[in-house]
C-alpha cells in the first residue's frame, strides 16, 4: 500500500495533537507551573491574572464574566452559575484579598422587591358586555425595601412609587415620618399640619418633601408621563400595607357614625367605596390657585413642607458635587438627613464614617463598589448600580467608588436631624505627625515622610479624584 505525501503529513499532524503541548497554558497550570508573561491574562477573572492592588472592575461595563479567581488562587465554576447575578456582584465573586470575616448582607436591589399593581379603573361588573368596556390605563405601582426585604435595614425603610398623569395615592397619614425624593416627573402634593393649615405645593425632579408623624397628606401625579418617586419612612420594620387610609377608615365605620360626624342623612354616603382605593385616576387638577381651600376658617401652614434640594448651592470637590438637606436647611425634616452626590469617573467619597446614623444609601445612575470595615478584623465589599440599595451600619469605615463609565448618582440617607461624618483624611491631617508616622510607617520613614506631606493643612474633599493610577488600572482589560 502506498501513502501520499499529503497524507502523511495529515498522519503526522494527527498523532502530534493528539499528545498534550508540553508549553501550553494549560498543561502548564496542570503541571502546577507557573505562566510566563506572555501568557497571562488581562481578564481579571482567570488564573494568570494578578493584581496586588485589589483594582476595581467593572464587569457590567467590560462586559466580563466573573469567575472565583484571585492572583491565582480559586478554582473554576462546575455547577449552576447565574452569569447576569455575578456581573451584579463580581466582588462577592472574587473578593478583594483585604475583605475578611463575617458581616451581614448590605445589598438589596429594588428589581428584587414584590411590586403592588394598582389599576386606575375599577372594576367593571361581570355582565358588563366586552363592546362596552375601556382600554385599561396606568394607575401606579409600589414596591418597598424594609427589614424584611434587607435585615440590616434597621433605622429606615423605602418605598419606591410610580403614579401616572393624574394618578392620586389617596389621602392617608403614618404612624412613621415620611421623607421623599422626586426621581423624575412632577407631583402634587397637599398636607394639613397639626395647627390646621393646610398646604399645597406642585414639586418636579430632584425635589423633596417631609410629613412628620401623622399628618395627612396625598399624592398626584402631574406630568404627562406621571411621576416617580423615593419615599423613606424612620423606621426599618414600616410596612406600605399599614397605612391609614381615608377609604379604608369609611370601609370600616358604621354609616350612622359617619352621618353624624359629617351632619348628612346616612343616605348621602351609600356610595362610597367599600374598600381603599390606594391609587386611583383622579380628576384633571387645576392650578394651585384655583385649588386652594376658601373659607373665613381655613388657612395656610405656616410649615414648609417641601424643599428644592437639587437648586441648592452645591459643595465642589476635587471629584464632584456634593448637596446636604438637614434640619439646618429644611428645618421640618427632624428625623431624616440626607446627602446627594454627583462624583466624576473615577472618583471616590473618600474614606469616612458616621457617627449618629446608619447611612441607607440608594443609587440612582452609575455602577460603584463600597467596602465596609466593621472592626475585629472583618470587611465586605459589596457592588451597586441604578436602583440599588446600600446599608452602612453607623461607626463602620467605608468608602464609595465610581468604577463605572459615567458619572455616579448617590443619595445617602441617615435617620438623624443633622448630617455628620468623619473624613479619614481630615483626622490624619489634624492629628500630632508623630502619631501617623509611629503608626503606619515605623518601618517606612521615606513612605512616612511623602505620607505626611500629602496629608499636610488638610482640606476635606467629600469626593476626590485622585491623579495617580497604578499600572492594573492603565490595562485596558
Known amino acids: 500500500m502506498r501513502f501520499s505525501s499529503s497524507s502523511l503529513l495529515l498522519g503526522a499532524v494527527a498523532l502530534v495533537s493528539a499528545f498534550p503541548v508540553q508549553d501550553s497554558p494549560r498543561q502548564r497550570l496542570l503541571d502546577g507551573k507557573p505562566l510566563p508573561g506572555k501568557y497571562r491574562s488581562k481578564n481579571p477573572y482567570t488564573p494568570g491574572y494578578r493584581d496586588p492592588y485589589d483594582t476595581a472592575v467593572d464587569s457590567i461595563g467590560k462586559g466580563l464574566d466573573p469567575l472565583p479567581w484571585r492572583n491565582g488562587d480559586g478554582a473554576s465554576v462546575l455547577g449552576p452559575w447565574n452569569r447576569e447575578r455575578a456581573r451584579q456582584n463580581p466582588d462577592l465573586v472574587r473578593p ?5 470575616g463575617n458581616i451581614p448582607n448590605l445589598r438589596w436591589s429594588f428589581v428584587d422587591s414584590h411590586i403592588r399593581i394598582e389599576a386606575c379603573l375599577p372594576p367593571l361588573p361581570l355582565t358588563t358586555p366586552l363592546s362596552l368596556t375601556f382600554p385599561p390605563k396606568e394607575g401606579g405601582w409600589t414596591r418597598q425595601t424594609t427589614i424584611r426585604e434587607l435585615p440590616t435595614s434597621i433605622e429606615l425603610a423605602g418605598v419606591n412609587m410610580r403614579l401616572d398623569h393624574g394618578a392620586i395615592r389617596e389621602l392617608h397619614w403614618h404612624k412613621e415620618a415620611e421623607w421623599a425624593y422626586v426621581l423624575s416627573g ?4 397637599t398636607a394639613l399640619d397639626y395647627e390646621g393649615g393646610n ?35 424612620d423606621d426599618g420594620r414600616f410596612s ?7 377609604t379604608d ?13 359629617f351632619h348628612l342623612a346616612p343616605e348621602v354616603f351609600e356610595r362610597v367605596p367599600k374598600r381603599e382605593k390606594y391609587i386611583f385616576q383622579g380628576s384633571k387638577p387645576g392650578s394651585i390657585e384655583e385649588e386652594e381651600p376658601k373659607g373665613k376658617n381655613v388657612k395656610k401652614s405656616k410649615y414648609q413642607f417641601t424643599h428644592r434640594m437639587l437648586e441648592q448651592e452645591a459643595h465642589v470637590t476635587s471629584g464632584g458635587k456634593v448637596r446636604i438637606t438637614d434640619s439646618k436647611n ?12 454627583d462624583m466624576e469617573v473615577g472618583s471616590l467619597r473618600e474614606m469616612h464614617w458616621h457617627p449618629d446614623a446608619d447611612e441607607w444609601s440608594f443609587f440612582i445612575r452609575g455602577r460603584a463598589r463600597v467596602t465596609v470595615f466593621a472592626a475585629e478584623g472583618t470587611a465586605r465589599t459589596f457592588d451597586y448600580q441604578a436602583g440599588d440599595v446600600g446599608i452602612v451600619p453607623k461607626n463602620m ?11 455616579l448618582e448617590v443619595l445617602e440617607i441617615f435617620r438623624a436631624d443633622e448630617f455628620r461624618d468623619f473624613s479619614l483624611f481630615q483626622w490624619l491631617g489634624e492629628t500630632p ?14 513612605a512616612g515622610e511623602k505620607f505626611l506631606k500629602e496629608i499636610n493643612n488638610p482640606v476635606k474633599d467629600e469626593i476626590t479624584l485622585p491623579d495617580i493610577k497604578n499600572d492594573e488600572e492603565e490595562d485596558d482589560l
Open 240 to 246: 406600605e400595607e399599614s397605612t391609614f387610609i381615608l
Open 433 to 446: 505627625r508623630r502619631m501617623v508616622v509611629d503608626t503606619l510607617f515605623a518601618d517606612d520613614k521615606e
Open 186 to 189: 412632577s407631583v402634587r402634593v
Open 397 to 407: 469605615g467605608h468608602f464609595i467608588e465610581n468604577i463605572g463609565d459615567e458619572p
Open 199 to 233: 398646604f399645597i405645593d406642585d414639586l418636579s425632579q430632584g425635589d423633596l418633601w417631609y410629613f412628620p408623624s401623622g399628618v395627612p397628606h396625598s399624592l398626584q401625579g402631574l406630568d404627562p408621563n406621571g411621576t416617580e418617586f423615593l419615599l423613606i419612612f
Open 249 to 261: 377608615w369609611f370601609a370600616h365605620t358604621p354609616k350612622s357614625v359617619i352621618s353624624k360626624n
Open 96 to 100: 478583594p484579598s483585604t475583605d475578611s
Open 330 to 341: 429644611f428645618p421640618i425634616s427632624k428625623t431624616v438627613a440626607a446627602a446627594h452626590l
